[in-house]
């Protein structure tokens, strides 16, 4: 288990070589501050998570973990929707930062708006795990709880278009046929020649979207013992580095930057003290309260931080998992109840799982097809057909490292690509 | 059934009243738009209380009705924690009343802090139902829930003492005993002759204690189908009036007025949509999730609105019940699990219940002692002893109309006793 720790630490090392760098004292001092109150959250959550692990098994909230099948610990109930103690102790830590750092009124506004965005999330998450509510519901859920959210958003409402694609949607000063249609519904600057395209309403349109499918992404990639959880610190991980950077190497110190990292210390303290718990061998489930929260959070900090579309490409990894499932989770393929990987009992090495399809059928979405067998459409299956069959806690690290490597290539995209 | 619609609509009165005399057209506006709303908000609770109360039933959600023993309803399982429902859609119709009349960043501060309180106490309330938390959550929790509410509190933190106490404070332009130490801990201001003590952080302290108190007093006020939401409902009709009555009689229009009109208005909307099916015969139970949510409310329209203490004049039903409850509740006497009124298999009436108790043991405490029996503490077992055995649906509306004399009373005060 000691080595785990180590790995966890990795992904948070640029961040600290940043906080080195930054001179401003003002920020450092929040940043150490900040520190602080999250060691607390996560000793706290390291600590609540057992203590309403008993509450939620005592009334039936559990379930069996699939990935131990033929193992002594197939018919363990494993406590679920553990996801509440990180929420609630993150709303705690958020609520005396806010205490510390939102000295006026604008900065509280948007500090309440979000909690209240993320709270009603939770519990809408927490809702979801006890009641096991309909997936039209799981749709509606997330854009009524960003509703506070864009309701008190002050910011801008622009995009702002980088040189390699402004060409689209203008060439010799007038509109193409893409800046024309798009200039339907918003508008292109044409004296900026296209640099700037005004979405007004719209823009909130996309930000409720963007809440809607954060909390829906992580929710699809799941169902191994420690990803959900891991891909949420993977994911905060590199967005504190990304604001740390913005801060430390290009003196980029607005309220946005203060905002952001005063979201996600917390919420990388809390998840490391659920992390634990949910790591190979899961003593409980973090349930879809956690991953509704966490998508949550990353989706109001893009909102309220500007920059929606970074965090877009922090998700790549659940990107391709949401559209390369698509084929199943609309029925156009068949879906079965469960589309993890299956277990070796013996060998205890997980492999890619697959549904019956007729060869015939299915030409369109077919990738592979043995026996009338096609492996299931999940990043997951995807990553072992490539690797061969692995240990569930080595799968899990692959996958991490995968989400890890995806984090710097969105930042060379960031900084070089569209920079340039 | 019908007639009980009819009872329902008599606490409203004297607030109809009050909307033909105001002639602030823009105010006479936004109650109109208001009632709209929660006009909606009652549809749709009405219509999703069932839908949910198949979602708890499934999940083992529910309890048997104590009050229906020996009687066919008996066994039946009856559907727990429908305030969600309330909530949820109270939550979502005060999201539209901010979009449409929040219009400037202080008041979407109050807005988006006090539904954060809010939203925090339902989904606390909703783990306390499904979870069963210990006696010391339910203390810590609404403490906890209240912060970002006190946090963003920006009004005086100074009380005003009425003429005929301030006696008790300053003579001959001394502090008295009293003054003197409540001079230790706030601030007596002697230039305005004991007229303004300046509470400071303590005003804060007392604002979170009125939050824990709403929350709890009401919880224990309960157990006879309807009385939950019925006494939430009279409150909130009390509130409404008063705030009502301070627009249109003394032309009090200020943004606290408003503030505290369009949380009220949905919530009593929202709740008439849970009475329906809670009246008796009840279908479904509100939860300790009503509880707390309508607790909380109040709490937070209290706060932000500046009336705390006509708020506190409108919980005395509440407030006898609790403090006649102390004895019982602190064990200093002996408290069996239910203290609900017995019930008579076959007359179906009503009357008090009793515990055992040796009459020289409780001398202090002791009200009457029959053999050795004592009456539970409770003000629902007191009501009975001076009414005799009652029906459940009619000791339900005796209580209400209990309320509401307290409410005539509390006002009495307020405008006569207070003012002079």
Chains 1, 2 share one sequence.
């Not at 990803?227 to 967005?239: D, T, V």
């Not at 490409?313 to 949401?322: A, S």
């Not at 697959?354 to 097809?369: D, G, M, Q």
């Not at 080595?394 to 890890?404: A, D, E, F, K, R």
Request: proline share 4%.
């Amino acid at each position: 288990m000691e080595i785990d720790y180590v790995l966890a630490a990795l992904p948070l090392i640029p961040s600290l070589v940043c906080i080195l760098y930054i001179d401003n004292q003002q920020i450092f001092t929040m940043i150490v501050y900040s520190l602080l109150v999250s060691l607390v959250g996560f000793i706290m959550t390291n600590a609540l998570v057992p203590v309403f692990s008993e509450y939620t098994l005592k009334r039936g909230l559990s379930g069996k973990d699939l990935g131990k099948k033929g193992s002594p610990l197939e018919s363990v109930d494993v406590p679920e929707a553990l996801g509440i103690v990180t929420g609630i102790v993150f709303l705690v830590c958020t609520i005396l930062s806010q205490m510390l750092f939102a000295t006026n009124e604008s900065q509280l506004l948007i500090f309440n708006s979000a909690l209240f965005s993320i709270c009603f999330m939770i519990f809408l998450g927490f809702l979801d795990d006890s009641l096991d509510l309909k997936w039209r519901y799981k749709l509606i859920l997330p854009s009524v709880a960003s509703m506070p959210l864009l309701l008190s958003y002050s910011g801008h409402t622009a995009m702002f278009i980088t040189k390699s694609l402004r060409g689209l949607l203008m060439s010799n000063g007038r509109l193409t046929i893409i800046g024309y249609i798009i200039n339907l519904f918003a508008t292109v600057d044409i004296e900026a020649n296209g640099a700037i395209v005004e979405l007004g309403y719209l823009f909130l349109v996309f930000m409720g979207l963007q809440a809607v499918f954060c909390t829906n992404a992580i929710n699809i990639y799941a169902g191994i013992n420690g990803l959900e959880c891991g891909q949420a610190f993977i994911i905060a991980a590199s967005l504190l580095f990304f604001k740390l950077y913005e801060i430390s190497m290009l003196h980029n110190e607005t309220e946005n930057e203060r905002f952001a990292i005063l979201m996600v210390i917390p919420f990388i303290g809390t998840s490391l003290g659920l992390l634990r718990h949910n790591w190979y061998p899961a003593k409980v489930f973090v349930g879809d309260t956690f991953c509704y929260f966490s998508g949550m959070t990353f989706a109001v900090i893009g909102i309220h931080s500007h920059f929606s579309r970074t965090l877009l490409m922090l998700f790549i990894p659940q990107i391709i998992n949401f559209i390369y499932s698509v084929p199943q989770l609309f029925k156009l393929l068949p879906c079965p109840r469960h589309r993890l990987p299956a277990i070796d009992a013996y060998t205890r090495m997980m492999t890619y799982s697959s549904f019956p399809c007729k060869a015939h059928e299915y030409k369109l979405f077919k990738v592979r097809v043995t026996d009338e067998q096609c492996p299931n459409c999940t990043f997951i299956c995807a990553v072992l057909r490539v690797t061969g069959p692995l240990h569930e806690k080595s799968l899990c690290i692959v996958l991490l490292i995968i989400q890890c490597l995806f984090s710097v290539l969105a930042f060379y995209i960031r900084y070089y690509l569209l920079e340039n």
